[in-house]
């Protein structure tokens, strides 16, 4: 297990990219829905992040077509960028239980 710190931006791009391969535009609207309205990513932020993670690894270019006359870069986890989603889902998880653990909101009275 790594320290590795995952700032939300990269969760939510991440998360968007769990289930299925992406390309830009669907990806913001993942992003959006995900964080429920909360995270509305600008084009350049998310160019940004998105070769920020192909850098690191942790995404890949799944498909590179032209639609329209445009390319159109399709994105994927790779199985690094898994491997840190599920390990940051995880630790997220344990501190939302430990917070309801403190807060007595498991049904328990004292």
Not at 40 to 53: E, F, I, N, Q, S
Request: proline share 2%; net charge positive; aromatic share 2%.
């Amino acid at each position: 297990m790594s320290n590795r710190v995952v700032q939300e931006p990269t969760l939510l791009l991440l998360t968007a990219l769990a289930d299925a391969p992406r390309h830009g535009y669907a990806i913001m609207q993942e992003v959006q829905m995900i964080s429920q309205g909360r995270v509305k990513m600008r084009t350049g932020t998310l160019y940004g992040a998105l070769d920020r993670l192909l850098g690191q690894g942790l995404i890949e270019v799944h498909e590179e077509a032209v639609v329209d006359g445009r390319a159109r870069r399709t994105y994927a986890l790779t199985k690094g960028g898994r491997a840190v989603l599920a390990e940051e889902a995880e630790r997220l998880a344990a501190t939302a239980r430990e917070a309801v653990r403190r807060l007595n909101l498991g049904g328990v009275t004292a």
